[in-house]
């Protein structure tokens, strides 16, 4: 008997058309792939090491206000090149946003559709755990964790999943209830499959839709964290190039020379507002689909 997952009204990546009409997508979308690459290429495009410390050539403006082309965005208070530790900050939080969410992403993903097929005593269990977490509030909880355990690129990603994996979870628990009696796995069931074999191939791809959109978005939300705890002095150690330390270390000289907080800062309102609009368009893309 087939198990083809054609049955199924859950619309699904392929039947997905490109929003034309939603210039938030095309807005989103251009301002990630272009981080990407940057990130990617950024030892061939920056234009200085971003560790590189001159305090004779500290505070240079950028050419905006009357800077030199040297440094185009200027240099900090120990001279190092602000374009070139925007280019490899970067790199740090394109690696925080991705790594969190595959690992908030797994373990909500897991625990949501074991749930949502399974349903009884796990699915109770499950929803304690959702409950326990949703009792923590994420940035005090981050950063007695940070402050434990350490601030390395890996453990951090560990512990901002650890605080990210709801949203799968509550998503995927949902949708795995509304599609755990449809045809087509009633039709593996009478195939003799096993539930893990159903909920991974018949179930889970008929979920990618939805879980895309929250990735997007929970992808913005570790982003916004890392920045927040690199700025509390809680998250990436100098003198590696982040974002949101380059706001810290810049937070004495606001009032003197505004433009060392405003650029990383609106790099990062740029990179999130991004990602978020490029969710908001994949949304669109599943709502039309749905719709045919």
């Known amino acids: 008997m087939s198990t083809s997952t054609s049955h199924v ?72 090149d602000v374009l070139s530790r925007l280019i490899y900050g970067s790199r740090m939080s394109l690696a925080v946003g991705f790594g969190t969410i595959l690992i908030s992403a797994v373990l909500g993903i897991g625990l949501g559709l074991t749930a949502g097929f399974r349903a009884g005593r796990t699915d109770a269990f499950v929803v304690f755990l959702l409950t326990v977490r949703l009792s923590l509030p994420i940035m005090l909880a981050a950063i007695s964790l940070v402050g434990l355990f350490g601030n390395s690129l890996g453990l951090m990603m560990l512990i901002l999943a650890f605080f990210l994996w709801d949203q799968f979870l509550v998503v995927s628990r949902a949708l795995a209830m509304r599609l755990k009696n449809a045809e087509f796995v009633l039709a593996a069931r009478a195939a003799g499959f096993s539930d893990l074999h159903i909920m991974l191939r018949e179930v889970l791809p008929n979920m990618l839709g939805p879980l895309v959109i929250v990735a997007t978005l929970e ?10 705890l690199s700025f509390l002095g809680l998250g990436i150690r100098p003198p590696a190039a982040s974002w949101g330390l380059m706001i810290a270390e810049a937070k004495d000289f606001v009032y003197f020379e505004a433009w060392l907080v405003n650029i990383p800062g609106f790099a990062i309102f740029a990179l999130v507002a991004g990602i978020t609009l490029f969710g908001e368009g994949l949304r669109t893309m599943f709502e039309n689909a749905g719709g045919r």
């Open 9 to 80: 009204a859950e619309p699904s990546l392929s039947r997905f058309r490109l929003p034309v009409a939603v210039p938030g997508f095309w807005v989103g979308g251009t301002v990630l792939v272009l981080t990407v690459l940057v990130a990617i290429f950024a030892p061939l495009i920056s234009p200085h090491s971003p560790y590189d410390q001159s305090l004779a050539d500290r505070l240079v403006k950028p050419v905006f206000i009357d800077g030199s082309w040297e440094h185009i965005l200027g240099t900090d208070h120990l001279g190092r």
């Open 219 to 228: 992808m913005a939300h570790a982003i916004m964290l890392e920045s927040a």
